[in-house]
């Protein structure tokens, strides 16, 4: 039998092994644990590993793959992941059937890293399945693409579009003349970053179960807990030290992070996107303190204003306290945090720093232009010059983005939510925050939104983790996709 020349196809088999072999590792953990679920995650990874073993070997690399064919491998991945991700939750009986949609919604949140839950008695989940959940962060963190793209020699043509799509942000540094290596060495970082958090959480405390786990969802920059009330289960401050620090790294460039452990610190001199989102997280942090001073005691202001500020500042999600709770002023500020998100190239979602950076000179530049409109003043950020094409696909990506929210809060306000939710919750899921403001506040999940209305947010999470242009070049590379097989049949018959 001929195989098919369809690289996402390609892609998402590739992507299912993977997920394959995290519900084997998990089952591991489960039988190690006694607490059940091992049979549901074994039986999981088989579905898992026949389907993915189907597509990938069924499949090969289309001769004629661009942009739009590698940016629907990077979408179509991300369904098959998600779909294959909620079996766990099913077969372990955790989330009945009936509740498919619930379980869908689990295993979308973690894989985009957004970190929001319709969970509510974490003591009744089995570890394994939770371990589990904490790795589909882990593996969605820097991308299943870029896993794709070191073990598929064959990928070498567009490869960068995939590291592109997958990565967080505008551009893709390369870090090597080949697209595998420059995979490997963005993994080998990220799970060296991974084995430091959980060390330094595991001398904190914490047990080995929980360092682990909590050190995949902090290096994803995902937010996912073991516990219902989060980080505030430990009420450790060295503990929260150690998530601030991993949090604040993995919110930023990973590509940069490389070049600094190569070619030393000054490599986060010439990055004025670290500046700037340094920048943003401390100022919110100062503003936190000054308007909740007479609210909250001076050590837990602090505390609990840091804590969010790079939380909510890097899209994590992790949580101390309720903070809505808080002043309606404070609480705006944490919803800025979630819109603007991480820097790009970072774990992290969000606009990013950097789309930020280039509007605000983008329309720092319109209002010299509107005073001199014969001058030629390019676009610069710090010694580099912007291009005008790249400036525009920034401005087009923040007006796309903003709009995209409004859509979905107008839409989830229309089926019944209280419009603080709704808007709030719009904003999280597009910037796959975590928690929202109103019912959706950190303490609570979010089964407060009607089914229907967390299919919407699901579409909105997996809009922001694909950056909304890959998710649109899925759907034209699928048409045309199918246009072509229609064709083919034609020519045949």
């Given at each position: 039998m001929r195989r098919v020349a369809v690289t996402p196809v390609r892609v998402s088999g590739a992507a299912l092994l993977a997920i394959a072999a995290a519900m084997l590792l998990s089952a591991v953990v489960a039988v190690i644990d006694g607490g059940g679920a091992a049979s549901g995650l074994l039986v999981a990874s088989l579905i898992t590993t026949s389907v993915g073993a189907g597509l990938f070997y069924g499949s090969k690399v289309s001769p004629t793959a661009d942009s739009a064919l590698a940016f629907a491998s990077v979408a179509w991945s991300w369904v098959a992941v998600s779909v294959a991700g909620a079996l766990p939750f099913l077969l372990t009986g955790v989330i009945p059937w009936v509740r498919f949609d619930d379980a869908l919604f689990e295993s979308v949140s973690g894989f985009t890293c957004t970190g929001s839950t319709i969970l509510s008695d974490f003591s009744s989940v089995p570890q394994g399945l939770l371990f589990f959940r904490s790795m589909t962060q882990w593996l969605g963190g820097m991308g299943l693409i870029v896993l794709a793209v070191a073990v598929l020699p064959a990928l070498g043509i567009g490869g960068l579009e995939l590291i592109a799509s997958e990565s967080p942000g505008p551009t893709a540094d390369r870090l090597s003349l080949k697209v595998r290596d420059t995979a490997r060495r963005l993994w080998l970082l990220y799970g060296a970053a991974t084995v430091l958090i959980a060390g330094c959480l595991l001398a904190a405390g914490m047990s080995i179960f929980d360092a682990a786990t909590h050190a995949f969802t902090t290096v994803a920059t995902g937010g996912y807990s073991t516990y219902g009330d989060s980080i505030a289960h430990f009420d450790s401050i060295l503990v929260e030290a150690i998530l601030i620090l991993g949090m604040l790294y993995c919110g930023a460039n990973f590509s940069t992070h490389w070049h600094a452990a190569t070619e030393g610190v000054g490599a986060y001199r010439r990055v004025s996107e670290i500046r700037w989102y340094l920048w943003i997280i401390f100022s919110a942090f100062a503003l936190l303190v000054w308007v909740n001073a007479g609210e909250l005691q001076w050590t837990e202001n602090l505390r609990d204003s840091l804590f969010y500020a790079v939380s909510l500042g890097t899209s994590t999600g992790f949580g101390t306290s309720d903070y809505m709770a808080w002043m309606p002023a404070a609480q705006v500020m944490l919803l800025v945090l979630m819109l603007i998100g991480g820097m790009s190239g970072s774990t992290a979602g969000g606009m990013k720093v950097l789309?930020?950076?280039?509007?605000?000179?983008?329309?720092?530049?319109?209002?010299?232009?509107?005073?001199?409109?014969?001058a030629v003043i390019p676009i610069r950020m710090g010694r580099s010059t912007i291009e005008e094409q790249i400036a525009a696909k920034a401005v087009g990506f923040v007006l796309l983005y903003l709009g995209l929210i409004v859509v979905g809060g107008i839409i989830l306000a229309g089926l019944g939510v209280d419009p603080v939710t709704a808007?709030?919750?719009?904003?999280?899921?597009?910037?796959?925050?975590?928690?929202?403001?109103?019912?959706?506040?950190?303490?609570?999940?979010?089964?407060?939104?009607?089914?229907?209305?967390?299919?919407?947010?699901?579409?909105?999470?997996?809009?922001?983790?694909?950056?909304?242009?890959?998710?649109?070049?899925?759907?034209?590379a699928s048409l045309r996709g199918v246009s072509q097989i229609r064709r083919h049949r034609e020519q045949l018959s």
């Open positions: 789309r930020l950076q280039v509007v605000f000179r983008y329309a720092f530049r319109e209002l010299l232009r509107a005073r001199h409109p014969k808007f709030s919750g719009s904003v999280s899921a597009l910037g796959n925050a975590g928690p929202a403001l109103g019912e959706a506040g950190p303490t609570n999940n979010f089964l407060v939104f009607p089914r229907a209305g967390r299919a919407v947010l699901m579409s909105l999470m997996a809009f922001g983790r694909l950056e909304v242009f890959p998710a649109m070049l899925m759907l034209v």
